[in-house]
């Protein structure tokens, strides 16, 4: 009996101590579940309160971009109307410059000249007199200035966004010098094939026998001028026979270094310029010197004949070329601006650069590469960001006062 006494009671414990081993169990997981209602609550308060949010914050971003929008739209009308001012403006000033007559200066000995009062100088020594006709036969070859950019003609758009185009004055033959340096040079029987043409594949490949470096060449009477510029070593001028296909010279350019002539082209270290009177290097003697400095080539022999200081600074120039003795040149800014004639240095002295004629070229694509005078025709072959642009120049004689 006491056995089955000793089962009861040891079963009874046991069944109460589960009960209340599952009591606190389901206590337990009655609790974590409150908590997770609880945090469940927390969660979609929060989301309702995000999601205001996020819906005030939509709704005041669609105004702020309808108010962006608006301003834009009133932004845009003010800048077109602007562009639209500006050409008009342009377009006055290119009128005014062409109605306005340039100012230049000459020599006493001009003055007696146009006043035809050699014949009153009988009292005059015969050396004062041999003095005064040297000067009058100096400064009389070439009495032409510039005047206005009578009209402009895009050609075509080919190459790359640097690079120079001229032609022969002595002929109808045209040159195409594609970026910055290079060992050929395409050539086209007149401008009118180049203009039809499709890319330089078309035109003759003229190798030359070394590398031209800058857009700074120059081609006259047949004959091509090309700097030649290697590291440690002094410039170098090669005068190349188109004709014969050969180098018939080579003369050394010693500088201090090898500076950029103009400041918003630093590829261009010396640039050869062609006209009436001849053929001319436009260089900078070194870093520190401001002003470019003019040189008077023999173009047979290579032999500098004089060389001057134009006073003319190097910051901000972009291109320069040469016009019967006088060096026109023109200035920009480095984001690109409307290019500018805005100094002037004559070699005879006839003209000075207060008084010489400020002329503007028309608003473009970005700034000159390289510009260069043809003396046959009277215009300039300009290259403006792989544009080929031709400007015909209205000339007038030098003034004298």
Known sequence: ???????????????????????????????????????MQFWHEQSIRFHTEMRDFKKLTAEAMDGLKNEHSLLQKDIERTVVQVDQVEREMDYVETRTSPRACASKADKVVEQGAWGLEENRGEEEEEDWEELYSRVSDCVEIISSIRSVKILKRVGSPKGMWTRDPRSSRVYVFNGTSGDSVSQFNSVRDFSGSVGLASS????????????????????????QHEADMDLQVVKYD????????????????????????????????????GLWLLYAAGDSEPNINLAKMDPATLDIEEIWDTRCPR?????????????????????????????VFDVNDMVINAEAPLLYFPRRYGSHASLKYNPEEKQLY???????????????RKLLV
């Open 1 to 39: 009996m006491k056995p089955v006494l000793v089962l009861l009671v040891s079963t009874a414990w046991t069944l109460t101590g589960a009960q209340y081993y599952y009591q606190g169990l389901m206590d337990y997981l009655e609790n974590r579940l409150l908590a997770i209602e609880d945090r």
């Open 204 to 227: 003759r490949q003229i190798r030359l026998p070394s590398e031209w470096s800058g857009p700074g060449s120059a081609v006259y009477n047949g004959y091509l001028y090309y700097i």
């Open 242 to 277: 188109l004709l014969s296909a050969s180098v018939t010279d080579i003369a050394m350019f010693p500088v201090e270094s090898h500076a950029a002539v103009y400041t918003l082209n630093p590829e261009i270290v010396v640039d050869l310029a062609a006209d009436d009177e």
């Open 315 to 343: 910051d901000n120039a972009e291109a320069a070329f040469v016009v019967c003795g006088t060096v026109y040149v023109v200035y920009n800014t480095s984001p690109a601006s409307r290019s500018r004639i805005q100094c």
């Open 382 to 396: 300009g290259w403006d960001d792989g544009y080929q642009i031709i400007y015909r120049l209205t000339m007038k």
